[in-house]
């Protein structure tokens, strides 16, 4: 397993050893201790998977406020999707800032995104199929969102029409946001 430091503070792309054959391939998806080396302390409690029927299905940019906050270890299991994490922690020196990653399940990358983070993703292909394990459970009454295409983070995106849940289509502006992390 490979886990490579990106751009915004916190942030991981794991690459997993993928043993492959003519049966198919195994590849170890987590492991604590790994993690712990590099300095990721964590305690997954909480696993989804979420399945977009289209391509073009938009979820995200979403967060939850302290004291819920969520580090995650996403990966898409079928499909592909374009990912996409924001730095919302008001004392890092990356706030405000965007990564993307594009997760496929040919190329079996995962992205740790840390507490403080929005995470949002798009799907590139029909029946893309999304799993991520949580450090903390689901609390509706903590969870917020920022707009997919906010002018001021101007992230690229690679549709122009996202098919979006009503939720997200009614999420707030990165500049109206006052940031608890």
């Known amino acids: ?9 916190g942030a991981y792309l794991i690459k997993p050893k993928v043993s492959q054959d003519e049966r198919g391939f195994f590849e170890e998806t ?26 073009g299905v938009l979820r995200g940019l979403h967060f939850q406020n302290p004291p819920h906050t969520q580090a995650k270890l ?3 299991t079928k ?8 730095d919302l922690r008001k004392d ?14 040919d190329n079996h990358l995962m992205l740790f995104v840390p507490r403080g983070f929005a995470h949002g993703f798009c799907t590139l292909e029909d029946y893309t199929e999304f799993q991520y394990k949580c450090d ?13 295409n906010d002018p001021t983070l101007k992230i690229y995106w690679p549709l122009e029409n996202p098919i979006l849940s009503d939720k997200d289509s009614k999420a707030q502006t ?8």
């Open 174 to 181: 990165f500049e109206g946001f006052n940031s608890p992390f």
């Open 92 to 105: 890092s020196p990356t706030f405000g800032q965007w990564e993307s990653f594009e997760l496929t399940d």
């Open 74 to 76: 996403v990966r898409v």
């Open 1 to 9: 397993m490979e886990i490579i430091k990106k751009s915004l503070n």
């Open 79 to 86: 499909g592909a999707a374009y990912d996409v994490i924001v």
């Open 136 to 148: 903390s459970y689901y609390a509706p009454e903590s969870e917020h969102s920022i707009a997919w």
């Open 30 to 55: 987590y492991s604590k201790k790994k993690f712990e080396e590099i300095g990721i302390i964590t305690d997954f409690v909480q696993d989804n998977h979420s399945m977009s029927v289209t391509k």
